[in-house]
C-alpha cells in the first residue's frame, strides 16, 4: 500500500490550502485515515481523522472550526482542508492508513501505511 500526499506549499497567514492523499490498492474504503504533522524539533502530532465510512470525524484541538477531513471512496483519496491559517501550523504534513479502521484514529501507533510528507510553511 503507498500514499500519495500533495497540496502543500507557501501560504500567508490567513490563507487556505487542501492537502489530498491517495492510497493504493483496493482496500481504502475499509481503512480509517489520519493526517498529522511535525515541525521542526518537535515529535508528530495527531491533526484530524475520519473513520473507514466517513462517518465520525476527529480533530486536534487548536484545529477545529479552521481545518476539515473528509474522503471519497471512489477516489482513493481523503482530503484535509485548511482554512485561516496560521504560522504554527507550520509543519511537514502526513497522511496514514489505519487498517482496524475506526478505533484510537488519534493515536499514531494505530497507523499502518504512511504517506511520505507534504509541507506547509505559513507566513506572518
Known amino acids: 500500500v503507498q500514499l500519495q500526499a500533495s497540496g502543500g506549499g507557501l501560504v500567508q497567514a490567513g490563507g487556505s490550502l487542501r492537502l489530498s492523499c491517495v492510497v493504493s490498492?483496493?482496500?481504502?474504503?475499509?481503512?480509517?485515515m489520519g493526517w498529522f504533522r511535525q515541525a521542526p524539533g518537535k515529535e508528530r502530532e495527531f491533526v484530524a481523522a475520519?473513520?473507514?465510512?466517513?462517518?465520525?470525524?476527529y480533530y486536534e484541538d487548536s484545529v477545529k472550526g479552521r481545518f476539515t477531513i473528509s474522503r471519497d471512496n471512489a477516489k482513493n483519496t481523503v482530503y484535509l482542508q485548511m482554512n485561516s491559517l496560521k504560522p504554527e501550523d507550520t509543519a511537514v504534513y502526513y497522511c496514514?492508513?489505519?487498517?482496524?479502521?475506526?478505533?484510537?484514529?488519534?493515536?499514531?501507533?494505530?497507523?499502518?501505511?504512511w504517506g511520505q510528507g507534504t509541507q506547509v510553511t505559513v507566513s506572518s
Open positions: 496514514a492508513a489505519d487498517r482496524g479502521g475506526d478505533y484510537d484514529l488519534w493515536d499514531t501507533n494505530e497507523y499502518d501505511y
Open positions: 475520519i473513520n473507514w465510512s466517513g462517518e465520525n470525524t
Open positions: 490498492g483496493r482496500s481504502f474504503s475499509r481503512y480509517g
